[in-house]
């Protein structure tokens, strides 16, 4: 048996990078990799439930995405319709509330209409929340903000002095959910690439090699265990 965790971040976010290179290293078309990206986020989205994450926010398509050859995104969008189709029995057995973050706009009924449901079926869970992030960028999302803020302004809802860091939190996909404490990207790179940009001023950053195919509950739970070990200032000082 494992030591327990010394604490666990409310909020984990992920960009799950790397499943073109783990399909490519197999000589295998990048669909096949996100497939089995898909299988790894149903472990992920089950260990977070059972440690007693709050939130769980993963990004499956950014607004820049759509610059990828057209078979590839039909591809990601239609395992996101199977996902949704197939797991929301299984998510909303386990407590978990799904909600798809991102412009509405440029997604298909069918997908539309998978989400709506997968929402409303899961609404009343009371156990982690999982966003998706689809079809979503950190700037559209602030851009969404501003405009959301400028009309409660003009309606007389809000004077300008009235906005806070606090008003603006609850204007973004996440109103409601603490910021994320720990950010996981996998496959390497450190960047944010436009994911949570807001929200994440604070989070600890954690970016293995692994690729996300890869990311195994046992790499997960190092993760969750480098995060344990580590100490949060907020631009203060250290504790004594
Ligand atoms: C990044 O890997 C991954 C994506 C852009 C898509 C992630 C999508 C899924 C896991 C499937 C759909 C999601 C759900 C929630 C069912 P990459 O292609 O950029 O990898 P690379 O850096 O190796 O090219």
């Known amino acids: 048996m494992k030591e327990p965790y010394e604490k666990i ?20 078309p990048r669909p096949v990799g996100h497939r089995a990206g898909v299988e790894a986020l149903r472990d992920i989205v089950r260990m977070s439930s059972d440690v007693g994450i709050e939130v769980l926010t993963v990004y499956a398509f950014s607004t820049e995405n759509w610059s990828r050859p057209q078979d590839e995104v039909g591809a990601i969008f239609r395992l996101m319709l199977e996902y949704l189709n197939r797991e929301v029995a299984a998510l909303v057995e386990n407590q978990v509330r799904i909600r798809i973050i991102g412009r509405r706009d440029h997604l298909n009924d069918t997908l539309l209409s ?6 409303t079926a899961s609404a009343h869970c009371k156990g982690l929340a999982f966003n998706v992030a689809l079809n979503y960028g950190g700037r559209a999302e602030l851009v969404d903000a501003a405009r959301a803020l400028a009309r409660a302004v003009q309606q007389g809802e809000l004077s300008p002095e009235m906005i806070d860091e606090q008003t603006i939190s609850r204007y973004l996909y996440t109103a409601g959910q603490p910021d994320p404490d720990l950010l996981i990207r996998t496959g390497g790179d450190q960047r944010l690439s436009n994911f949570l940009l807001y929200q994440s001023s604070y989070a600890e950053l954690y970016i293995p090699d692994t690729l996300w195919p890869d990311f195994t509950p046992e790499a ?13 200032r907020f631009g203060g000082i250290k504790p004594r």
């Open 220 to 232: 997960y739970d190092k993760a969750l265990r480098s995060y344990a070990a580590r100490q949060r």
């Open 114 to 119: 998978a989400i709506e449901k997968a929402e």
């Open 9 to 28: 971040p409310r909020h984990v976010a992920i960009i799950m990078d790397g499943n073109g290179r783990w399909a490519q290293k197999r000589g295998l």
